[in-house]
């Protein structure tokens, strides 16, 4: 590998936000053309700051659910302990602390470093204003590809998202086999609300990256129950996960000062297949949601 790739990726001239916003074939274009500039400049530039970049691990995690999760994968039939740090908050919605507060510092620091880095990134479609709006999996043309990142993004997947995510909705077995994901930064006069939608996911995580002292109002998640037609408001707090099915309908309100900073994963089966909605809630053993798929990874984003 050359060691002016990193400079080269740097130097590339971005495609304008105009043609990011109505996916002109330029944009694709650009993304396929320096594919492998772009993994390679991540690669160096993650070796060129070894000693200045923080170490993304499970210490970031929180504390309880850290130990609940390692303890279920150690024995399965101890899962509850995970399930008692779990909040439903509306139907088919659950809240819990993801990240450790305190931590968040050490994980923003990392992605400040990232976005600081000059390295073209191509933010999610319509998502496009702000520059802290990326793509993070490697099935997405301009995704984050430093490799500590992710390494980090996997573990978030393989170790806690997807057994949660069966252990509270068993259908979506075999239905989580692929990933995908994306930050996106909320700000008054930016991209700044989402109106109502649903996701092309079976299940979704949401979770917050704000510091405890980056306080922000408005930007609630509105989420609409079918049945009953009501909505449910719900507001984030620094390193709270949201987790859900991806057909239940929600929105984000506008943000009307501050900021806020997520990262939102999604699991969905090969080839973007999703469970049948209203389908029947097949039972699996504790063993069977304790384990990782050993499919291989497809190449199919859905944005």
Same mark, same amino acid.
Request: no cysteine; hydrophobic share 35%; charged share 25%.
């Given at each position: 590998?050359?060691?002016?790739?990193?400079?080269?990726?740097?130097?590339?001239?971005?495609?304008?936000?105009?043609?990011?916003?109505?996916?002109?074939?330029?944009?694709?274009?650009?993304?396929? $053309?320096?594919?492998?500039?772009?993994?390679?400049?991540?690669?160096?530039?993650?070796?060129?700051?070894?000693?200045?970049?923080?170490?993304?691990?499970?210490?970031?995690?929180?504390?309880?659910?850290?130990?609940?999760?390692?303890?279920?994968?150690?024995?399965?039939?101890?899962?509850?302990?995970?399930?008692?740090?779990?909040?439903?908050?509306?139907?088919?919605?659950?809240?819990?602390?993801?990240?450790?507060?305190?931590?968040?510092?050490?994980?923003?620091?990392?992605?400040?470093?990232?976005?600081?880095?000059?390295?073209?990134?191509?933010?999610?479609?319509?998502?496009?204003?702000?520059?802290?709006?990326?793509?993070?999996?490697?099935?997405?043309?301009?995704?984050?590809?430093?490799?500590?990142?992710?390494?980090?993004?996997?573990?978030?997947?393989?170790?806690?998202?997807?057994?949660?995510?069966?252990?509270?909705?068993?259908?979506?077995?075999?239905?989580?086999?692929?990933?995908?994901?994306?930050?996106?930064?909320?700000?008054?006069?930016?991209?700044?609300?989402?109106?109502?939608?649903?996701?092309?996911?079976?299940?979704?995580? $949401?979770?917050?990256?704000?510091?405890?002292?980056?306080?922000?109002?408005?930007?609630?998640?509105?989420?609409?129950?079918?049945?009953?037609?009501?909505?449910?408001?719900?507001?984030?707090?620094?390193?709270?996960?949201?987790?859900?099915?991806?057909?239940?309908?929600?929105?984000?309100?506008?943000?009307?000062?501050?900021?806020?900073?997520?990262?939102?994963?999604?699991?969905?089966?090969?080839?973007?297949?999703?469970?049948?909605?209203?389908?029947?809630?097949?039972?699996?053993?504790?063993?069977?949601?304790?384990?990782?798929?050993?499919?291989?990874?497809?190449?199919?984003?859905?944005?």
């Amino acid at each position: 590998m050359s060691l002016n790739q990193l400079q080269y990726a740097r130097d590339l001239d971005l495609p304008s936000r105009e043609a990011m916003l109505q996916r002109a074939p330029s944009v694709q274009q650009f993304w396929d $053309n320096n594919t492998d500039v772009l993994s390679n400049a991540w690669k160096e530039w993650e070796d060129n700051n070894t000693d200045n970049l923080f170490t993304l691990d499970s210490s970031l995690i929180d504390k309880n659910l850290r130990e609940a999760v390692m303890q279920a994968w150690e024995n399965p039939s101890k899962e509850l302990a995970v399930k008692d740090l779990l909040k439903e908050v509306a139907p088919d919605v659950f809240q819990f602390q993801f990240f450790d507060p305190e931590r968040l510092a050490d994980l923003r620091g990392y992605l400040e470093s990232v976005w600081d880095a000059q390295i073209p990134l191509r933010p999610p479609y319509g998502i496009v204003l702000n520059r802290r709006g990326a793509m993070l999996d490697k099935r997405s043309e301009g995704y984050l590809g430093a490799p500590s990142f992710q390494a980090f993004y996997r573990e978030i997947l393989d170790t806690y998202m997807r057994p949660i995510s069966r252990l509270l909705f068993p259908e979506v077995m075999g239905y989580d086999t692929q990933t995908f994901g994306f930050s996106i930064h909320y700000q008054p006069n930016t991209d700044n609300s989402i109106r109502p939608h649903t996701d092309a996911s079976a299940v979704t995580m $949401n979770i917050n990256m704000n510091l405890p002292d980056e306080a922000f109002s408005g930007s609630e998640l509105d989420f609409f129950n079918p049945t009953t037609h009501q909505t449910k408001r719900l507001s984030f707090k620094p390193g709270i996960a949201m987790l859900h099915r991806g057909n239940v309908a929600h929105a984000a309100q506008p943000i009307t000062s501050g900021e806020r900073t997520n990262m939102v994963l999604w699991l969905f089966g090969d080839h973007g297949r999703l469970p049948q909605q209203g389908g029947e809630r097949v039972a699996i053993s504790a063993q069977e949601r304790w384990t990782i798929p050993t499919d291989p990874q497809d190449d199919y984003a859905p944005f």
